[in-house]
Nanobody
Framework: QVQLVESGGGLVQPGGSLRLSCAAS????????MGWYRQAPGQEREVVAG???????NYADFVKGRFTISRDNAKNMVYLQMSSLKPEDTAVYFC??????????????????WGQGTLVTVSS
């Protein structure tokens, strides 16, 4: 099972940028599409962005043009570059497996154990 450790969160002003990192263990990482998820206080977890094992990416509408997902298969890492951050982006961000095509972005049915996530706070 894939184990996941997220990092890179913090406090940033509106309009600012952050880069999140996810370290994934397990040999199945390279075979799986990966996604970034977020959960704001009192809300359900939602998928934000995804990248297939071959590099196809897809994004939720509310982050398109602002967030960029990437992966380094040699290092078992997934990244989320976030720019033009808004207060509504405030949430705990997680990574996990996902289903990703050019037209599909959804949680995988075979999710790994959730990590602790990394908190992103967008506030002035």
């Amino acid at each position: 099972q894939v184990q996941l450790v997220e990092s890179g969160g913090g406090l940033v002003q509106p309009g600012g940028s952050l880069r999140l990192s996810c370290a994934a263990s397990g040999s199945i990482f390279r075979l799986n599409a990966m996604g970034w998820y977020r959960q704001a206080p009192g809300q359900e977890r939602e998928v934000v962005a995804g990248i297939s094992s071959g590099g196809t990416t897809n994004y939720a509408d509310f982050v398109k043009g602002r967030f960029t997902i990437s992966r380094d298969n040699a290092k078992n890492m997934v990244y989320l570059q976030m720019s033009s951050l808004k207060p509504e982006d405030t949430a705990v961000y997680f990574c996990n497996t996902a289903v990703v095509t050019r037209t599909t972005l959804q949680p995988s049915r075979n999710l790994g154990l959730w990590g602790q996530g990394t908190l992103v706070t967008v506030s002035s």
